[in-house]
């Protein structure tokens, strides 16, 4: 009992730590985006609406770790096909930071299937069907702490703290 009040604290004061401007989304451009050079476009979008890289790499994912990443879709029929393709070519993970940096990363991604996306957001303008969707973004706060701990374990080497000079410019 006194253990759990205190995990719930502790999350609590996590929560509000990584919260404002510290929030962190993980995000990630799949092997369609690599495929297609997108990367660079991709990149730039979530640097001109002004979050901060904090981390990125590229990686030939193992299916070991792609079945980690998507878990709570294990039980879908289309799981396997999904994990085929995102272990078919190298993907780019990233952590972007900033003011609800998960929330409106999702925006900026549109929906799920790009045929509901809204011109003007990342699938909405650069793909067409569901199973190549060409990005990754974190859901909530909380998946986007546990992606980042999947995709860059050692948080003092692989995600990095910077003052960005531009800070007081993009926050009143
Ligand atoms: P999102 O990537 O928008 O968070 P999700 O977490 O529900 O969506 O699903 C993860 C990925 O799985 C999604 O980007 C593409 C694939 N996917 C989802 N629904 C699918 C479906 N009905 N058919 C094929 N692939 C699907
Ligand atoms: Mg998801």
Same mark, same amino acid.
């Given at each position: 009992?006194?253990?759990?009040? +205190? ?7 996590? !929560? +509000? ?8 989304? +993980? ?34 994912? !193992?299916?070991?770790?792609?079945? /980690?990443? %998507? ?13 085929? %393709? ?59 702490? /546990? !992606? ?22 993009? %926050?009143?």
């Amino acid at each position: 009992m006194v253990l759990c009040t +205190f995990l719930t604290l502790l999350q609590f004061l996590f !929560e +509000f730590i990584m919260s404002g401007k510290n929030e962190r989304t +993980f995000i990630m451009i799949k092997p369609d985006g690599v495929q297609r050079g997108l990367v660079g476009k991709i990149v730039q979008r979530f640097e001109e609406k002004g979050f901060k890289l904090v981390a990125m790499k590229m990686v030939w994912a !193992e299916e070991d770790l792609l079945k /980690k990443h %998507y878990a709570d879709l294990s039980s879908k029929p289309f799981f396997p096909g999904l994990v085929k %393709y995102m272990s078919s070519g190298p993907v780019v993970p990233m952590v972007w930071e900033g003011l609800n940096a998960v929330k409106t990363g999702r925006f900026m991604l549109g929906e799920t299937n790009p045929k509901d996306s809204a011109p003007g957001t990342i699938r909405g303008d650069y793909c067409i069907e569901v199973g190549r969707n060409i990005i990754h973004g974190s859901d909530s706060v909380e998946s986007a702490t /546990k !992606e980042i701990n999947l995709w860059f374990p050692d948080k003092k080497k692989d995600v990095v703290d910077w003052a960005s000079w531009a800070e007081k410019w993009i %926050y009143e």
